[in-house]
């Protein structure tokens, strides 16, 4: 069996490389002795360990369904996936590697001829495909559904961008004109680092009103959130939640039982119901439940909640296009209000040529005034309150991982955001609240023909950056690209469209705002994960280059703009461009810089060429 204290030894964040070796060469000795695969699992190991090796390979990966692999030829020669496997595994895994650039090394190893320029790179894809699965089953026992995606050096951006909220309340929903604005605003600062989110400090927390009788009972909520891994200190653990204040009349979590089948086709029935109190109650529900951290809210569980979330954004939506009609022509108004009068004035001799038309505008005449008679449309403060509260639970519930898949196959819903998104005349919390969903759910949408309106309209929103004051709307926006630049299957459809793109993250770069200049260095730094004609792109767009070396001397930014340098220093061509800067970065490798050690790796880059 697989040493244990070894594998502690792997998941430890900050461990020496001669302690990652010395632990990866016991679990190395296993390599051909000890089978993962059903089929062999009982079976007696030969002599011949490459052997074993291969055969359990092959079995395992026919058992969870990748058996149509393709050994690659290198050189003239098949790649030795045997010797590749141990090297790799010597070192802690294939994150390890990646993380410390060592492919380059074990290419020597496996002593690729120099005609090879993308050893490197062949190596790293060739052993996600083909011996990923085998290393996570036999090293670390994870089964195939639960092996963690390969972090690339170049894509360090956190898949989540800020932390979830939950719904808080002070007061009821204005009904039939009344108004009591007692409300109470909950808001805080705290320490923020990268990866959680781009700007560089926190908007205050709106208590928002929920519908229903209140009371005074309070549930505080101060916890800490740490799912997430930390790699070489760019990625980071969530920040901790802001403590936030939920009162409502019913025991919610208490009384919804989630394990039930039958409790969450009533939580779903009663957003399809029409009835304002269901409603009321399901919104609620779906927000303390999604904003508790113990739970996993996930949506494969609620049939059709996405869609009947999207039906209640979709009155929203149909409010704020003007579509629904509502009130009362003048004329018809008139009629009743004025009843024989009216009959009167049409008997007696009046010249129309002398009087105005008036227009055929379907609006009660109390309304035109506004909140100034408390006269507000009570179909339209409901429908923006229960857009509140969808836009919120959302939002929490794309900080859910497993929930990712769920919301990029729903493109319906992804469509009714981003509609929601540009038909706002202002930004409000229902549209940070969307733009927050989209870009948590990004890195799993696959840019096609269906879903290519999420980059359009992201493009569309940077180009009012210079008259924009709404500099949070901005900033989201570019996040969101910079997301979907995580995903590789997207390279295709962004490439198309990357001189309009790095132009523009041109302009951010340029900027005295330094929460412009991060997020976009970060969608750089993603693109540069790309493939080589993606980096060759990058480093001859002009003033590419020099902007990156501008920000090495921001501690903030430093470490992702030496991670992109790194990255187009492996592409060959762009060795005459970035030699222009050899000097600065030679003297930010000797410094103490936060980006010393990754500017040293670029130099070494260059170096080997």
């Known amino acids: 069996m697989v040493d244990s204290q070894a594998i502690a030894v792997f998941l430890k964040p900050d461990v020496t490389r001669e302690e990652r070796i010395e632990a990866g060469n016991r679990i190395v000795g296993t390599i051909g002795v000890h089978f993962i695969s059903r089929a062999l699992r009982d079976s007696v190991p030969s002599r011949d360990r490459r052997r074993n090796f291969l055969e359990d390979l092959s079995a395992y990966m026919n058992e969870i369904g990748r058996g149509n692999f393709k050994i690659p030829t290198l050189g003239g020669f098949t790649l030795d996936v045997f010797i590749l496997y141990q090297e790799v595994v010597r070192r802690g895994g294939v994150q390890h590697v990646i993380d410390n650039r060592e492919f380059k090394e074990i290419s020597k190893i496996l002593r690729l001829p120099k005609t090879c320029t993308a050893a490197a790179f062949v190596l790293r894809e060739s052993y996600e495909k083909i011996l990923y699965f085998y290393e996570q089953k036999h090293v670390f026992g994870r089964n195939a559904e639960e092996v963690p995606p390969v972090v690339q050096l170049g894509a360090r951006l956190e898949r989540v961008s800020s932390t979830p909220k939950g719904l808080n309340a002070t007061e009821t929903v204005a009904h039939e004109g009344s108004r009591d604005s007692s409300l109470t605003n909950l808001s805080g600062d705290q320490p923020k680092k990268y990866g959680s989110e781009f700007s560089s400090t926190m908007a205050s927390l709106d208590r928002r009103p929920a519908f229903g009788d209140l009371n005074n009972r309070s549930l505080n909520n101060n916890v800490g959130w740490d799912r997430a891994t930390s790699h070489d200190g760019l990625q980071t653990s969530r920040n901790l939640i802001q403590e936030e204040v939920f009162v409502t009349s019913r025991p919610l979590s208490g009384s919804f039982r989630a ?23 399901a919104l609620a529900t779906i927000n303390v439940l999604s904003f508790d951290p113990k739970l996993d809210f996930l ?3 609620y049939p059709m909640l996405l869609e009947s979330l999207e039906n209640i954004l979709k009155e929203y939506l149909e409010d704020l296009n003007g579509g629904r009609i509502f009130g009362l022509h003048p004329d018809e108004e008139d009629a009743r ?14 010249d129309y040529s002398n009087m105005t038309s008036r227009t055929n505008i379907l609006n009660p005449s109390l309304q035109q005034y506004g909140d100034l008679f408390c006269t507000r449309d009570p179909v339209n403060v409901k429908r923006e309150w229960n857009a509140k509260c969808v836009a919120n639970a959302l939002r929490n519930l794309s900080f859910i991982e497993r929930n990712h898949s769920s919301f990029a196959k729903n493109i319906s819903l992804l469509r009714t955001c981003m509609s929601i998104i540009l038909s706002s005349d202002m ?9 927050d969903t989209l870009k948590n759910v990004a890195v799993e949408v696959v840019l096609n023909e269906d879903t290519l309106f999420l980059l359009d309209s992201a493009i569309s929103m940077l180009y009012e950056w210079e008259e924009c004051t709404d500099v949070t709307r901005i900033l989201k926006a570019a996040e969101l690209i910079a997301r979907l630049c995580f995903n590789p299957d997207n390279e295709s459809a962004l490439s198309k469209r990357f001189d309009e793109i790095l132009g523009l993250l041109v302009g951010f770069l340029s900027s005295e705002n330094q929460d412009l200049r991060l997020v976009a260095v970060g969608a750089i730094c993603n693109a540069s994960a790309f493939d080589w004609n993606a980096r060759v792109a990058i480093a001859k767009t002009p003033s590419v280059v020099y902007y990156l070396m501008q920000c090495l001397s921001d501690p903030q930014i430093a470490p992702l703009s030496a991670i992109t340098i790194a990255n187009l220093a492996e592409a060959p061509s762009n060795r005459a461009i970035l030699m222009r800067y050899e000097n600065e970065l030679v003297h930010v490798a000797m410094s103490n810089s936060t980006a010393s050690e990754l500017v040293a790796c670029a130099l070494k880059e260059l170096s080997d060429d």
Do not use: C, H
């Not at 394990?259 to 269901?278: A, I, M, P, T």
């Not at 930004?427 to 733009?435: A, H, P």
């Open 337 to 350: 209000n004025s009843g024989p009068k009216v009959k009167m004035l049409l008997a007696a001799d009046i």
């Open 299 to 301: 949506v494969r569980d």
């Open 427 to 435: 930004s409000s919390q229902i549209v940070y609240d969307l733009l």
């Open 259 to 281: 394990d039930l089948g039958s409790e969450r086709n009533r939580l779903v029935l009663s957003l399809q119901s029409g009835l304002e109190d269901e409603i009321s109650w």
